[in-house]
């Protein structure tokens, strides 16, 4: 407990650089000693910090309140830290976790806009789905949009899914999230490196994206503008050598200009499930899934419908068939799971 509590502190002093604090780390096989007065020699620096240092206390409230929340910390120095994080130029030295799932399975992240449509948020949802369920963790970053959509479809195929907070693990955002966010804690792991209480300050969400980027073994940008933070996730998958792929947009939607950009810069275009796992997994091997038992009039009305969104009265016009019998066939097709209503009338295939 003595070390956890010294690592825990030595992360949080405030005049050392990252940089500085691995290279003590490397030198040092324990970080406790250092705090008690054994100080490399020719380091004015560092005693200074360690000397102002007058956190112990709240380290001790904050680590008995883990405790009750069943959480833990976790260090760079610990066994069930990620291996791959260890593996990128700066890690957090410490790790905050809520979960139950570990982090040697392969990841991919996926990221996108927070004000992603519609199909965007489907899309997301189903290739989660998908590579769940056949044991690839997916790692996010809980926000709005694509992030959220992408939890919810690992949590329906496995739950393997890792959540990565810009806050403390007692706060919730977004707010909406907070039924989503217990039930990664429950099924899935979150993680973040801010203590309990840190709130979700701006700079934060850059400095988290270099550990979504660093746990995936590959990154999966759906809808984002040229200025979304999800581009960052990226470079910073370029700069820790993962693979960095991209679904293709409109070039008239503002919201695939990024994505678009990404690809005309060498990322991968992404249109089928199975690109994601020739580009990332290879060794994965995904079988088909047991085909919907239709009627013939059934398969014909879901023909119809896209993998984007139509609206009801399109696929009555587009059927030459009544109404009230397509509004029953796409109410059959709801029932078995082959098509979703999203609002405004519109039909998408699941």
């Known amino acids: 407990m003595e070390e956890l509590r010294a690592l825990i502190a030595f992360s949080r002093?405030?005049?050392?650089?990252?940089?500085?604090?691995?290279?003590?780390?490397e030198e040092v096989s324990l970080i406790a000693p250092v705090f008690e007065g054994?100080?490399?020699?020719?380091?004015?620096?560092?005693?200074?910090?360690?000397?102002?240092?007058?956190?112990?206390?709240?380290?001790?409230?904050e680590l008995a309140q883990l405790g009750d929340m069943g959480a833990?910390?976790?260090?760079?120095?610990?066994?069930?830290?990620?291996?791959?994080?260890k593996a990128i130029p700066d890690p957090p030295l410490v790790l905050f976790k809520k979960g139950?799932?570990?982090?040697?399975?392969?990841?991919?992240?996926?990221?996108?806009?927070?004000?992603?449509?519609?199909?965007?948020?489907?899309?997301?949802?189903?290739?989660?789905?998908?590579?769940?369920?056949?044991g690839i963790t997916i790692v996010s970053g809980l926000a709005r949009g694509i992030d959220g959509a992408a939890h919810r479809g690992a949590l329906a195929g496995r739950g393997k899914t890792l959540a990565i907070l810009g806050c403390g693990l007692d706060i919730v955002y977004p707010s909406e999230h907070g039924r989503l966010l217990r039930q990664i804690g429950e099924e899935g792991a979150v993680f973040t490196e801010y203590g309990l209480g840190e709130r979700p300050l701006s700079g934060h969400f850059p400095e988290r994206n270099r550990i979504i980027a660093g746990l995936a073994k590959g990154i999966l940008v759906i809808e984002a503008t040229e200025k979304s933070g999800s581009?960052?996730?990226?470079?910073?998958?370029?700069?820790?050598?993962?693979?960095?792929?991209?679904?293709?947009?409109?070039?008239?939607?503002?919201?695939?200009?990024?994505?678009?950009?990404?690809?005309?810069?060498?990322?991968?275009?992404?249109?089928?499930?199975?690109?994601?796992?020739?580009?990332?997994?290879?060794?994965?091997?995904?079988?088909?899934?047991l085909p919907i038992d239709m009627s013939e009039r059934e398969g014909y009305i879901y023909s119809i419908v896209g993998h984007g969104k139509i609206h009801v009265d399109e696929v009555i016009e587009k059927s030459n068939m009544g109404a009230k019998d397509v509004m029953a066939i796409l109410t059959l097709l709801e029932m078995k799971e082959a098509v979703r209503e999203v609002a405004g009338g519109f039909y998408i295939k699941k």
């Open 13 to 25: 002093l405030k005049g050392l650089g990252m940089a500085r604090k691995r290279r003590l780390l």
């Open 100 to 134: 139950p799932l570990r982090t040697d399975s392969p990841a991919l992240a996926i990221v996108g806009s927070r004000r992603a449509t519609e199909e965007g948020m489907r899309l997301a949802e189903k290739i989660a789905d998908t590579l769940s369920s056949v």
């Open 38 to 61: 054994r100080v490399p020699a020719g380091d004015p620096i560092l005693t200074r910090e360690i000397a102002s240092f007058e956190g112990w206390k709240a380290i001790d409230e």
């Open 231 to 289: 581009l960052i996730t990226a470079r910073l998958g370029i700069e820790y050598g993962k693979s960095v792929m991209a679904v293709p947009g409109s070039i008239f939607s503002d919201g695939s200009k990024g994505t678009n950009a990404l690809i005309k810069q060498g990322a991968r275009l992404v249109d089928t499930i199975e690109d994601i796992i020739s580009e990332c997994f290879p060794e994965i091997r995904i079988g088909n899934k």
């Open 72 to 85: 833990e910390a976790l260090t760079i120095r610990d066994d069930l830290y990620p291996a791959a994080l």
